[in-house]
């Protein structure tokens, strides 16, 4: 039992019988609950905290395997990405990226406020406690994972599994709290297209009919010279040897221990640059890219699940209550608030899709604003994706994600808090002086 493959082959089983749970059980399809957390708990329910079935040296398999699959996924972000005109950058893209960010902001400032504030006199917590609900609301579980090496560096091995609990707390705030925002939003009129109640459970088992299963990714090099998806497993590999280079360069400038993830992303955009030089961008598929990095992104979410520290959850458990309430409040207030007065046109549909990724994951955004907005009348839609291109790299994961622990080790959880809710008010203020701002018409 203790050969890597073995243990890989146990990941593998746990996600199909995730699978088959997600397809079989009824509220599992209609609350939208991802088949790799399903089969994480599957995991950690059949680990040493459960049933004992899998053992000891397995979970430590697990547990190793995040920083790098995390590495992996983070690599190809940046590689095959166009950005948006200058002309979509206006009241298209502009709203978007500045209510993101404020959002992220009041994410990471709220929590590190109350932590500093409250839970720090009475449970004698680290500073960085506050900081994992950015990691695990907006950066969801693979970020969580991958954030677990970094708070090992800055000696706080806790941080890991913190982060991973309120990545499940994120993500189950955004479904719940969202579907209730919709319906009381369908009552009161806010909404643009849904007039009533008209959520519907998801078809059949989660599989595609064979007239209808869609593209993942298209052959752009001859099989005669390589199989495609190793080739673009060749360009990802090359992104995360850059990667190291830049790691190497800023720990040997710096003397700080920072991540690789998102070095491997900025590796990433040095192929994209390359490949662009070359003039052979057709030969980079995205949808290739994305299967290898869905892959790696799937066995993260499982591997880290299964591997969780329940005793430390359960002793932390009122302190993660307390910031993840904290951090959902900030929520509510920055969807409706803000969203009226930030969107001009269709602010329901362009505040729900930022409180489900902002809670939860970029997917529970996306199941919240179909449910809105079904036949993708609004441009919610497609300003929530070109924002992706100046937010993803920074927040949720990016750079900033993983440079919060190391600023809050510096300056403390109180400075930092507080000098975050200055950023939210001073992006408020950017807002009004670009004009994305107006009098609240919550019926428009």
């Known amino acids: 039992m203790n050969s890597p493959l073995i243990h890989i082959s146990v990941l593998g089983i746990l996600l199909l019988a995730g699978v088959i749970l997600r397809a079989k059980v009824g509220f599992l399809k209609r609350l939208f609950i991802p088949a790799s957390l399903i089969a994480g708990l599957i995991g950690l329910a059949l680990g040493q905290y459960g049933l004992k079935l899998i053992p000891?040296?397995?979970?430590?398999?697990?547990?190793?395997?995040?920083?790098?699959?995390?590495?992996?996924?983070?690599?190809?972000?940046?590689?095959?990405?166009?950005?948006?005109?200058?002309?979509?950058?206006?009241?298209?893209?502009?709203?978007?990226?500045?209510?993101?960010?404020?959002g992220d902001f009041l994410l990471i400032a709220i929590p590190l406020l109350v932590t500093a504030l409250w839970l720090m006199p009475i449970w004698d917590l680290n500073d960085l406690f506050g900081t994992v609900v950015e990691v695990g609301f907006v950066g969801g579980h693979g970020t969580a994972a991958g954030m677990g090496e970094i708070y090992d560096s800055v000696d706080w091995d806790k941080g890991g599994a913190m982060g991973l609990a309120t990545a499940t707390v994120g993500l189950f705030i955004g479904i719940f709290c969202g579907i209730v925002m919709i319906n009381h939003g369908i009552r009161k009129g806010y909404t643009s297209f849904v007039t009533q109640t008209s959520q519907k459970a998801e078809n059949g088992q989660g599989i595609y009919a064979k007239n209808e299963q869609p593209f993942a990714s298209r052959v752009t090099v001859s099989k005669d010279v390589v199989e495609p998806l190793a080739f673009h497993f060749g360009i990802i590999a090359l992104a995360i040897v850059f990667g190291l280079g830049i790691l190497w360069l800023l720990q040997t400038a710096t003397g700080l221990k920072l991540p690789l993830f998102p070095m491997a992303m900025i590796g990433g955009l040095l192929v994209q640059l390359m490949i662009t030089k070359t003039g052979h961008d057709d030969a980079v598929d995205h949808g290739s890219l994305n299967l290898i990095?869905?892959?790696?992104?799937?066995?993260?979410?499982?591997?880290?699940?299964?591997?969780?520290?329940?005793?430390?959850?359960?002793?932390?458990?009122?302190?993660?209550?307390?910031?993840?309430?904290?951090?959902?409040?900030?929520?509510?207030?920055?969807?409706y608030y803000l969203g009226p007065r930030m969107f001009k046109n269709q602010w329901f549909e362009h505040s729900i899709v930022n409180f489900g990724g902002l809670a939860g994951v970029t997917a529970v955004g996306l199941m919240l604003l179909r449910t809105v907005d079904p036949e993708v009348k609004s441009d919610a839609l497609k300003a929530y994706a070109m924002r992706s291109v100046f937010v993803s790299p920074v927040i949720g994961g990016g750079l900033l994600t993983s440079i919060l622990p190391l600023i809050v080790v510096s300056h403390g959880a109180l400075l930092v808090g507080f000098g975050f809710l200055m950023l939210a008010l001073i992006l408020v203020g950017i807002a009004r002086l670009l004009g994305f701002w107006r009098k609240p018409g919550l019926h428009e």
């Open 293 to 335: 990095q869905g892959l790696a992104l799937e066995l993260l979410i499982v591997s880290s699940i299964a591997s969780l520290k329940v005793p430390l959850i359960i002793e932390y458990a009122l302190p993660i209550v307390i910031v993840c309430v904290s951090a959902t409040l900030a929520l509510l207030f920055h969807f």
């Open 56 to 102: 000891a040296d397995m979970m430590g398999t697990f547990s190793s395997l995040a920083p790098y699959l995390i590495t992996i996924v983070f690599a190809p972000m940046l590689i095959g990405v166009t950005f948006p005109k200058p002309t979509e950058l206006g009241n298209t893209v502009g709203p978007q990226v500045l209510f993101a960010y404020i």
